[in-house]
C-alpha cells in the first residue's frame, strides 16, 4: 500500500537524476553545449540521455 511508487515523482527525482549523470558519463558524454552535465535542468539531461540511447540503438527493438 505504502510501497506504490508514482512514476512521475521518481522520475524528477534527485536519485534518477543522478542515474542519468552516471549512465551518461559511462558513455563518455561529459558535457553539453559547453555545460558540465550537473549544470543542466532535468530536461536537458533526460533529452541528451535519450538522445544518447537512441545514438546507440539502445531503445530500438
Known sequence: MGDNINTAD???SSQYKEYIIATLLQL???????KQLYELS????EETY???LDRLDVCKI
Open 42 to 45: 532535468f530536461s536537458e539531461l
Open 28 to 34: 563518455g558524454v561529459y558535457k553539453r553545449d559547453g
Open 10 to 12: 521518481f522520475s524528477h
Open 50 to 52: 535519450i538522445n544518447e
